[in-house]
């Protein structure tokens, strides 16, 4: 409880200015009579947000959607960049095969793909947008866990070969553990990138109850004011997700600076 | 000679390849007799192949030339057969360990079983003092405790020998010499064989049974000084009239290996060993 006090007064800044901010919004839109199409009041975006919550638009089913599109890509994408990242560490010719064809598909526009994946995967299909997800979530976890397995300082390779150690267990004990604080790196990048993805897949089409949907939809039909409640709800979504691999990273590395530095504050 | 030598080093020499195709002799001609129980500093200019001769005893990098036995048998089998512990000037320790689990480090790589792994951490732990900071991460500890981990996890198989790799070239003076001490006690309660490589001269005399003086370009021992200081050694020793001398021997040993150099440079070194400066 400790915890939670010393993190509730750490904030309490950016709360208060926060709320302060939401609050001048409200005032300045009411006042100045800025049209809801270009700005709608943050009272009337909280009112679209609980009028559509369950039913109408259903913001809360569509929530649980995406998160499960994006969390499925996270999965898919991060397993594959580890496959990748664990064959180009161990076979260096791997590397020069690979790493160029890693780079060309992280530089595809993913808007570009997204129609392409729909296709294949089926539109309806939550399958599609998890591709989609994946494609984003592989490049940033291959790349940091490929730097994780082979950055390792020469005095530690040194300090095992003096033990005769076999490369399994210098694998094990040093290049795994030293690859860990990389790969959560990645992974708080990959998991905003995978929520994009999946939302950029349900642009090109999907089920309606989808975050990504509804933005489309009450966008077309001039309901900024659920627009704005979706896009809210989906920073949220991305945000939590993001709060859970920074705690896993607690748990996990404890002895790495970065979470050390968070704590000593 | 003696059948009692835990290092022999035999006409070794290294070149090292350089960018362009030519290549660079970093040790030539290298002889080195070490016997059971001796304590033997490498001490010499930057660039004389001190490290690399080291590095050469613990088959951490080939010879170009010339033979190496440890413990009678050639540096390769005697590497995979541990028979050496090495401690390099980092300490290299690993952040995601304890302090215990980094001493059981090098336990862990053999069948060994549980009971008598921990026993033995905890008995090195004893030896280097650090008992009571077993379960801290080495990020918790200061320079020299760190260091102190090192040698503790380099005796852990019970080795003939250690390798050091200017373990304390990081430290600041006054934990230098609470850690040559520190050494000597570890020494004498092991019996443990020390090749010790240094760039400070009053270490090299404060620890040493013998001192090997390197020239570099290409690097040879030029000299080896007997350092015949009564043991056990303590902050008395580094005040007495022969250790001044042999720390004396050393310096000009090692610059007649350069060419003399103007006396009153040399009583300036004096002064600044005199002060216990390195």
Known sequence: MGYLARNLRRNLPAIIVFVAAIGLLEVWVRSMEVRAFLLPAPSSIVGALVENWEVGYQIWPAAQTTLLEAAGGLVIGTLLGIGVALVISRWPVARDVALPVAVAINAIPIIAFAPIANNWFGVLSPNSKMVIAAVLVFFPIMINVLRGLTEVPASSLELMRSYAARPATVFLKVRVPNALPFFLTGLKVAATLALIGAVVGEYFGGLNVALGRIVVQSASKLAFEVTWAAIIVASVVGIAMYLLIVSVERVVIPWHPAVRGERAT | ?278
């Open chain 2, 1 to 278: 000679m003696s059948g009692d030598a835990v290092v022999s080093v035999q006409g070794v020499s290294k070149e090292f390849e350089v960018p362009g195709g030519s290549s660079m002799t970093a040790l030539s001609g290298i002889d080195l007799e070490i016997m059971r129980g001796e304590f033997v500093s490498l001490i010499g200019p930057s660039g004389c192949g001190k490290s690399t001769l080291l590095r050469l005893i613990g088959d951490l990098t080939d010879p170009t030339a010339g033979s190496i036995a440890v413990n009678g048998k050639p540096a390769p089998q005697a590497r995979v057969d541990r028979d050496y512990g090495m401690v390099f000037q980092a300490p290299v320790l690993f952040d995601w360990r304890s302090v215990e689990e980094n001493v059981r480090l090098p336990l862990e790589l053999t069948g060994n079983d549980k009971a008598a792994r921990n026993a033995r951490v905890s008995q090195m732990l004893e030896l280097v003092e650090l008992s009571d900071f077993r379960r801290h991460h080495p990020y918790q500890l200061s320079g020299g405790m760190q260091q102190r981990v090192a040698i503790a996890r380099a005796l852990a198989f019970e080795p003939a020998l250690m390798l050091m790799d200017e373990p304390f070239g990081a430290l600041d003076e006054m934990t230098r010499e609470r850690m040559n001490s520190e050494v000597l006690r570890i020494w004498s309660q092991t019996g443990i064989t020390v090749i010790f490589v240094t760039h400070s001269i009053p270490e090299a005399v404060f620890l040493s049974s013998r001192v090997a003086v390197m020239s570099a370009r290409p690097g040879r021992i030029t000299r080896v000084v007997e350092v015949d200081l009564p043991r056990p050694r303590t902050v008395e020793t580094r005040e007495s009239r022969r250790y001044f001398e042999l720390v004396t021997e050393v310096r000009e040993a090692l610059r007649g290996s350069e060419g003399k150099g103007d006396p009153m440079e040399s009583a300036l070194e004096r002064a600044a060993a005199e002060g216990g400066i390195g």
